[in-house]
């Protein structure tokens, strides 16, 4: 993992590439990623100044099936269950 602070979101893609990014807007899922250790690229303001956190895919394969396995239930679960287990952050 690299130390560098982008200044663009175009400089993040550049480096990691858009199809290894995956962003997450769930609070939740983002205090879970921080507490296991894994970092987002980039963090950004979305819709309705909601915080989004870019991550890079390979580091969140061990946080994702940890989200999965232990998430709070808030009626997600069947909006997600027909999703593909296999990308690690759940986002293409």
């Known amino acids: 993992m690299d130390n560098i602070k982008y200044k663009t979101f175009e400089d993040v893609t550049e480096v990691y590439g858009k199809t290894n990014l995956c962003r997450i807007c769930n609070i939740r899922q983002i205090i879970t990623y921080a507490k296991l250790g894994v970092q987002p ?7 309705g100044g909601k915080l989004i956190a870019f991550y890079f895919i390979p580091e969140t394969k061990v ?19 027909g999703r593909d287990n296999s990308s690690s952050a759940g986002w293409e």
Not at 71 to 81: F, L, M, W, Y
Request: proline share 4%; no cysteine; net charge negative.
């Open 63 to 81: 946080a994702w099936k940890y989200w999965l396995e232990n998430r709070p239930d808030n009626g997600q679960a069947a909006t997600e269950a």
């Open 41 to 47: 690229v980039w963090i950004d303001e979305g819709y």
